[in-house]
């Protein structure tokens, strides 16, 4: 089992190596008939290793398109994405999503909802299986293994689509917009969970949002973009420390970043 019940109570350590260096990137969409659409424009970001980054940006922005991107299932039309030195092309097996709906299959109870990834790589093993259950653990859903999907709630479902996510014990989460159709109480549960899976596994996540509080309680980074075509005005590091804690949400530091990002975004001067 992978996950480490030992980290420390602070952000990622920095490696020299970056864990995901994505430089120059471009992406034009043909629309036919001669016609482009350039959702990216020169975009680089460093992602370390254990890092959790928010791209935080306007409404078609290009989000989305860099995560794709970045996943290997759409190609920039220019630029380098590389994880851990090597150039990605396609879709990788280290690499988990997570989107806004848990997609979940009606039909395959929690437990083996959760050992899809397995299935599809070969790889259901006892092992395997002790993984999955003990995610379920960490997210509070023990003896729930056998329930259908049906049977849990928004929130619960979402719990499961993340430990789906992590059973292949995944280097990089890629994750967009996912607790948006979550009510605000359940949202703050599900960042206290992610925050504590980042601690115990040390994955590295990318993390779409529109939300700015958002953004800032989860980040040690948080990517402001501009409007199409997409480019980062600006990264804020956020000097607040972990574990956090939801007080943190009215310090002043935290409304600081919160001012910052809201500035670079054009709702206040
Ligand atoms: N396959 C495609 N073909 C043509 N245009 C596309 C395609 N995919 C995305 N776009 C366009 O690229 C731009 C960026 O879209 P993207 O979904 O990346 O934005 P986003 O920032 O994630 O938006 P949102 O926050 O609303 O989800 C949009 O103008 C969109 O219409």
């Excluded at 939300?211 to 199409?228: K, M, P, W």
């Excluded at 956020?238 to 709702?267: K, N, V, W």
């Amino acid at each position: 089992m992978a996950i480490s019940k030992e980290r420390a109570r602070c952000g990622p350590v920095s490696n020299v190596e970056p864990f995901g260096d994505f430089k120059n990137i471009e992406k034009r969409f043909d629309l036919g008939g001669g016609e482009y659409l350039t959702a990216i424009e020169q975009l680089s970001l460093k992602l370390e290793k254990g890092q959790l980054i928010s791209l935080l940006g306007p409404s078609g922005c290009g989000k989305t398109t860099f995560l794709r991107i970045v996943a290997g299932l759409e190609r920039a039309s220019a630029g380098e994405v590389r994880i851990e030195g090597r150039a990605i092309s396609g879709p990788h097996p280290d690499f988990a999503f997570v989107f806004q709906q848990p997609n979940l299959m009606p039909w395959r109870t929690v437990l083996e909802n959760i050992l899809f990834p397995l299935e599809i790589r070969r790889q259901r093993t006892q092992a395997g299986i002790e993984r999955a259950k003990e995610l379920l653990d960490l997210v509070g859903l023990d003896g729930f293994e056998s329930r259908y999907p049906s049977e849990l709630s928004g929130g619960m479902q979402q719990r499961v689509a993340l430990c789906r996510a992590l059973v292949h014990d995944a280097r990089l989460l890629l994750m967009d917009e996912p607790f948006g159709a979550l009510d605000e109480l359940k949202r703050m549960e599900m960042h206290d969970l992610l925050l504590s899976i980042r601690a115990r596994t040390n994955v590295s996540v990318l993390f779409v949002t529109h939300s700015i509080s958002e953004a800032v309680y989860l980040s040690d980074v948080v990517a402001v973009f501009s409007r199409r075509p997409a480019t980062i005005s600006k990264l804020i590091p956020i000097d607040l420390p972990y574990p956090r804690q939801h007080e943190m949400r009215y310090e002043a530091q935290f409304t600081e970043h919160e001012r910052e990002a809201s500035r670079l975004l054009g709702i206040v001067r």
